[in-house]
């Protein structure tokens, strides 16, 4: 094809030459210059006409290729925000405070393009569906007085980074208020107008502030530095001291509780302690703290107080203070979580040093026992929940536990304090149905176990 564009322009270049000397060009058939020029003209065009044709097709064929090409894989970029002090110290966040919001954008370092999430009250943040690249990761928010900026790679697996941000100093509000004793002196008519609160910083001996409370027990400090503190107040002649920790900044009202003076204890303490999880032959602990245990004194007998409850949540790392206790003997009760069983301590005195408790390892196991009748049998109780029916873990030997339960009104049942490890499923008799075991389960397991009984009748 080529051939013949190039034939047919040089035969025009010759035509185009002889006419401008005045010499007519023949052909070896005798036709005019004309005619020639006519037909090579032809002939180009269609070369043309047909090289276009050509790059028509391959342009749809590149484009049609293009519209399959496989979508852009996405990732995503997984981080939790760390705070720290002016100092450059890490603030340890207590769990019942939420943190303060904080918006991470993820910047393409290419094509520009953003993405923003919020963090949560714990800190954390996932920025989803971002395609493979390098980016800028950018957190910041009203109450920082920082902004952090770092880079991170992205690729197939997500991408997890930790942001450093300075926290601003902020106004920290709240009031004192006076709690009666049940069996003791009430509050009475005690004013707490004039009332002097401090501030002082676990993590700076140096950093304090100070406030006296309004006509309705209210006070404000403004421009608290970031960081841990205990808000106190002082005894006066009419009610004992009082306290409460928290972190600044915070959104929530800060309340020192104190209590008149001539009750059943007029000199309180804190008792402070910690949970841990303790590791059994049998069973594992997901985890050292153990956080989220709701921790309560009860008297030297086992039994509640009379005169108050008192009572605390374990934060991130297992540590609890009950405040206002008076002086004596307790034992501390750490109630059942979703890793560990409930547990009392021996008799503790207070006060006097730390409280550490350790509770064993447990771990859930929830299931649901239905009956199924024999192909020839008249009994059609095939599907139906079996109620009322005591399920029990048997350990691989054979050997009953003590971890038991019994089934519900829709067959359902839930046992929650056994120890990890392989067990066997054994249902009893019941009135409609014969015993049965379930072999090979093994715990923890986040699935609901289904026991199917046969039909029977108890013997």
């Known amino acids: 094809m080529r051939k013949i564009v190039w034939l047919a322009l040089l035969s025009a270049l010759t035509v185009a030459g002889g006419m401008a000397h005045g010499a007519p060009v023949k052909s070896k058939s005798g036709a005019s210059n004309s005619a020639s020029a006519t037909s090579h003209s032809a002939l180009a065009q269609s070369a043309s006409s047909h090289s276009s044709a050509s790059q028509s097709s391959a342009s749809q064929s590149a484009s049609s290729t293009s519209l399959k090409a496989p979508a852009e894989a996405m990732s995503s970029i997984k981080g939790t925000l760390a705070f720290h002090d002016a100092q450059g110290k890490i603030i340890s966040w207590q769990a019942s405070a939420p943190l303060p919001v904080a918006t991470v954008t993820a910047t393409d370092g290419k094509t520009r393009a953003a993405f923003s999430r919020s963090s949560d009250s714990l800190g954390g943040f996932t920025i989803d569906k971002v395609p493979a690249g390098t980016y800028w990761l950018e957190a910041k928010g009203s109450t920082y007085a920082t902004t952090s900026r770092t880079q991170v790679q992205v690729g197939a697996s997500p991408a997890q980074i930790t942001l450093q941000l300075a926290l601003a100093a902020s106004t920290v509000s709240g009031t004192v208020n006076c709690k009666p004793y049940t069996n003791g002196r009430q509050c009475g008519t005690i004013a707490q107008t004039g009332t002097v609160v401090k501030l002082q910083s676990f993590t700076n001996s140096a950093l304090s502030y100070q406030a006296t409370t309004d ?71 997901p985890a050292r703290q153990v956080t989220g245990a709701t921790v309560t004194l009860l008297d030297s007998n ?20 009950i405040r206002n206790v008076p002086g004596g003997s307790y034992k501390i009760s750490v109630a059942q979580t979703q890793s560990t069983a409930t547990v009392v301590s021996a008799v503790e005195t207070v006060p006097t040093g730390l409280f550490a408790v350790q509770a064993p390892s447990v ?29 029990t873990l048997l350990r691989p030997t ?30 009893a008799a019941t009135a409609t149905t014969a015993p049965t075991q379930m072999k090979d389960v093994m715990l923890p397991s986040d699935n609901t176990v289904v026991v199917v009984a046969p039909a029977g009748k108890l013997q």
């Not at 934060?315 to 203070?321: C, F, H, K, L, N």
């Not at 109780?381 to 029916?389: E, I, L, R």
């Not at 038991?404 to 066997?424: C, E, K, M, P, R």
């Open 398 to 427: 054979g050997q009953a536990t003590a971890f038991t339960a019994t089934t519900a009104g829709d067959g359902s049942f839930l046992i929650t304090n056994a120890a990890t490890g392989a067990y066997t499923v054994s249902v």
């Open 302 to 321: 086992g039994a509640p107080t009379r005169d108050a409850t008192y009572t605390a949540t374990t934060d991130a790392s297992g540590a609890y203070t």
């Open 363 to 391: 771990v859930s196991l929830r299931g649901i026992v239905k009956c199924q009748a024999p192909a020839n049998s008249a009994t059609s109780c095939t599907g139906a929940t079996v109620s009322g029916a005591v399920v």
């Open 215 to 285: 006509g309705t027990g209210g006070f404000t400090i403004p421009n608290v530095t970031p960081g841990h503190y205990e808000a106190s107040v002082m005894a006066g002649d009419s009610y004992t001291s009082g306290s409460q920790t928290f972190d600044a900044p915070t959104t929530r009202p800060v309340e020192v509780v104190v209590q008149p003076n001539g009750g059943t204890d007029a000199k309180t303490y804190a008792v402070q302690g910690s949970v841990s999880c303790k590791v059994t032959p049998d069973a594992k602990c």
